[in-house]
């Protein structure tokens, strides 16, 4: 398994401000995901995290809203950007593709607050 | 891209075998079927996988036909504790991009 660790946990954030969210797994992977889950929904794919390439973003999610890094096979950052009520949601990275299987593991998600 | 459809709610009693059974008519030949656990405030946490007949670990048995176009995840003996939301996935049918498309969930919800 892989230990994620996801910063800030939770955030109050203002109106048409941007927030950074980071996630560090303690070993190299090789595909990360950035995933939003709204107030007692399922979980949506925002995007692909991939190593040294830009992002590949699902369907309703765009770069310019929601830039995404991937300086390493460690670590990747999303970017919330010009942040309304709407973004407000729990964001969880996922990593997967080491051990040869189909299994995802999770941080513990960042809760964020847009006033 | 292969779609799940699960109960969106079930309630169990404590002590007793729970089976939450998920529908997935166009998996992909080489799609595994994964089942995983979401506690409120914490990412989903892997319980099991498996591609065809079954397949136990300590936590839970994973049942499935022959076909594949359904599953079933049978927890023995739930505690309160396993009170969660429970979600089936399964691949996207291209081995190795691990794109994921999660579906509604099944909330558990284990009375005393």
């Known amino acids: 398994s892989a230990v994620i660790s996801q910063k800030p946990s939770r955030d109050i954030c203002q109106r048409g401000t941007s927030l950074t969210i980071q996630c560090q797994v303690d070993?190299?992977?090789?595909?990360m995901f950035w995933y939003r889950q709204q107030p007692g929904q399922s979980l949506t794919l925002i995007a692909t995290?991939?190593?040294?390439?830009?992002?590949?973003?699902e369907s309703g999610f765009v770069i310019d809203k929601f830039p995404i890094s991937r300086p390493n096979l460690t670590f990747s950052t999303l970017t919330v950007s010009n942040m309304s009520p709407e973004d407000s949601s729990i964001y969880l990275c996922?990593?997967?593709?080491?051990?040869?299987?189909?299994?995802?593991?999770f941080g513990s998600g960042t809760q964020l607050s847009v006033l | 891209l292969a779609k799940t459809t699960q109960p969106i709610s079930m309630d169990s009693y404590e002590g007793q075998e729970v089976n939450i059974t998920c529908s997935h008519n166009?998996?992909?030949?080489?799609?595994?079927i994964t089942w995983y656990q979401q506690f409120p405030s914490q990412g989903p946490r892997f319980i099991i996988q498996?591609?065809?007949t079954k397949v136990t670990n300590e936590v839970a048995s994973l049942f499935i036909p022959a076909d594949r176009k359904s599953s079933t995840l049978s927890l023995p003996r739930v505690s309160l504790s396993d009170t969660a939301v429970y979600y089936c996935?399964?691949?996207?049918?291209?081995?190795?991009?691990?794109?994921?498309?999660f579906g509604t969930g099944t909330r558990l919800k284990v009375l005393a």
């Open positions: 166009n998996i992909a030949t080489n799609d595994y």
């Open positions: 498996g591609y065809k």
């Open positions: 070993s190299q992977v090789t595909m």
């Open positions: 996935l399964v691949g996207d049918g291209e081995r190795g991009t691990y794109k994921y498309i």
């Open positions: 996922s990593v997967a593709g080491r051990w040869g299987d189909e299994k995802l593991f």
């Open positions: 995290a991939n190593q040294g390439s830009e992002a590949t973003y």
